[in-house]
């Protein structure tokens, strides 16, 4: 079936380096997609999401860049901090649907 | 953001014992919440969706009659884990979903450890 995965599980940078978590997925039909911030012993914290119909969209130090050509999404965390340190999950969702199916995860380690 | 609460965030129960857990959705009315199952270093897993004022739907594997969910109001749904058994023993997430802006965004509570001893 298809599913939403990620290409690395575990990402280690130094303090005020830029991080960039990469996101694939299979589902042709996905019109909206999500990354959430999950720290330890907590549930996931929504960072910033992005519609089909974009292929860029910016935050506060976060920008998720979206390649609907090769199914590629990808989070961009600019100076990055220790406070960054959780693991992330993108998740897709199609149509209008509340429910979207959530990734692997990649644990992103920050250096001090 | 909106906010949800999640009570408790923590319970050791022993075997054969039930647990509820709550979940609120403090700052807005969520006709529609979810409940999720995370295993250490996994994905979230939905278990159900619950749905205010109606049976809850569950997904694939999920026994119903193990994991009870009620969904009573517009701000409060409850996961009552029967029986407990040590192989519950996860970390459940619940969430309520918000429309706005042409979207419905999840907001998820904190999370409860469960620990069946």
């Known amino acids: 079936g298809e599913s939403v995965g990620l290409h690395l599980p575990t990402l280690s940078v130094q303090e005020g380096d830029n991080s960039i978590i990469n996101c694939a997925y299979s589902n042709s039909a996905s019109d909206y997609f999500i990354w959430y911030k999950q720290e330890s012993g907590k549930g996931p914290q929504f960072i910033i999401d992005?519609?089909?119909?974009?292929d860029k969209r910016q935050g506060q130090r976060v920008t998720v860049l979206l390649n609907k050509t090769v199914k590629h999404l990808s989070l961009q965390i600019a100076a990055t901090q220790p406070g960054d340190s959780a693991v992330y999950f993108c998740a897709e969702r199609t149509g209008g649907s509340y429910i979207p199916t959530f990734g692997r995860g990649t644990s992103l380690i920050v250096h001090p | 953001g909106a906010v949800v609460s999640q009570h408790p965030s923590r319970v050791i129960c022993k075997s054969g014992t039930s647990v509820k857990i709550e979940c609120r959705s403090l700052?807005?009315?969520?006709?529609?919440m979810f409940w999720y199952r995370q295993f250490p270093k996994q994905s979230l897993m939905l278990m159900a969706t619950?749905?205010?004022?109606?049976?809850?739907?569950?997904e694939q594997g999920v026994e119903k009659d193990k994991f009870l969910i009620n969904h009573a109001s517009l701000t409060l749904s409850t996961l009552t884990v029967t029986s407990a058994h040590p192989e519950d023993s996860s970390f459940y997430i619940c969430s309520a979903g918000l429309a706005g802006g042409g979207k419905n965004i999840q907001y998820f509570g904190a999370g409860t450890r469960l620990s069946v001893l």
């Open positions: 619950s749905n205010e004022g109606s049976k809850a739907t569950y």
């Open positions: 992005i519609r089909s119909n974009m």
């Open positions: 700052d807005f009315q969520a006709t529609t």
